[in-house]
């Protein structure tokens, strides 16, 4: 049964971690293949920036400071609300595991061609200076 099937949602946090010539990483997914910032579910007994921090770094080998948040985004098949922050490396290696089988360091532009829709607006929106974004979708697309 999905989150969203049986009425409770669950909390994700995910980091769009910039490099100083503005490009974002990214992480491709050892389950299945696809590109995406950092980023997991949250525990229930943690904070939300340490449960950034623990994501980020199991996924990447880094570690990261939060700078912003920058959107809030509701998978409305799933029932799964995501707060994504921009976030600066602060120290740590990349380093392949289980969770993921690739990174790359993408300019914006590169940013649509490589990531789903869905997924593509929170690393871009988390480019942009302003208020954070709210946004919906279906896990591929907004709506």
Known sequence: ????ADGRHSVSVAGVIV????????TQR???????APGGVLELDEGITDGLRREVYEETGLTV?????????KNMIKGVIALVFR???TGGQLTINDEVKGF???APEEVPKMVTEAFAVRILDALRD????????DG????
């Open 19 to 26: 490099d100083d010539r503005g490009r974002v990483l990214l």
């Open 130 to 137: 302003g208020s954070p974004a709210i946004r919906q979708h």
């Open 30 to 36: 050892a389950d299945d293949g696809q590109w995406q």
């Open 65 to 73: 400071e939060p700078v912003a948040l920058t959107g809030v985004y």
């Open 140 to 143: 591929v697309r907004l709506i």
């Open 87 to 89: 976030c600066k490396p």
């Open 1 to 4: 049964m999905t989150a969203a």
């Open 104 to 106: 790359h360091w993408a």
